[in-house]
């Protein structure tokens, strides 16, 4: 545990480099606006929520596990399973949170003023999926932090599912279409890029729908899984209409502000 966060930053960063190299080299659409605008918004955010989520919350989910673990808290850290199953569980577990969390930031009207940040980016990148606000940054780590305690999710599993997370998230923003022989068989398991383009589709009940970041099987049981959208995935109009100013929505002040503005 003690290279955590070298394994975190490592992950991250040659995710999203991978990602990247293959956006530039065969891109699945082009972006209405430079990307060096939105690159600047989105990771801009992600240094301010993290600057942000450290002020508010001084203490990282692994230290919390840690503490869980040697104080006995949490449902895991009182009853006897084998570690493997314990961590297979509470990666289960919290990947099915993290789709309710991702349902109710939509579904709840003040919740959906922050997560509209994260809709608002008129194009889809691997840096779209670092484009949230910081108060829902700070929102996503209480549950976490709450399901963890409740849980006794051991820290290795927390590492674990935060590492894929990000990694999944930066795979199925990534603005790139799989071969059909590899994106066919992988929509099975997983959110594909195709997929989750279709969560950020301007239409409503095709943005309601697709809500997992990594396995498609939450959106299966809950009936919110869209195979299709109702225009081929080149042509699909991705954004917001209410906030229909593609250049302004890129900019670091519209993305800290989006929540407090109705419209455009
Ligand atoms: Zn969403």
New binding site residues.
Partial sequence: MTNEVWWRLGCFFSILIIMMLLEWQKPARQSPVPNSARWFTNFGLIIVSSVFARLTIPIGLTAVALYNQQHGIGLFNLITIPLTGTIVLSLLLLDFIIYWQ?RL??NIPILWRL?RV??ADAHVDASTGLRFHPIEIVISILIKLIAISLLGVPAIAVLIFEITLNALALFNHANIRLPSVIEKPLRLILITQILHRI?HSQKVCETNSN?GFSVIWWDKIFGSYKNEASKPDKRLDIGLIEYPNAKQNASLWSGLTIPFREKE
Wanted: glycine fraction near 0%; charge should be neutral; hydrophobic fraction near 10%.
């Fill in positions: 991702h930031f939509h997560h994260h809709h969560h809500y």
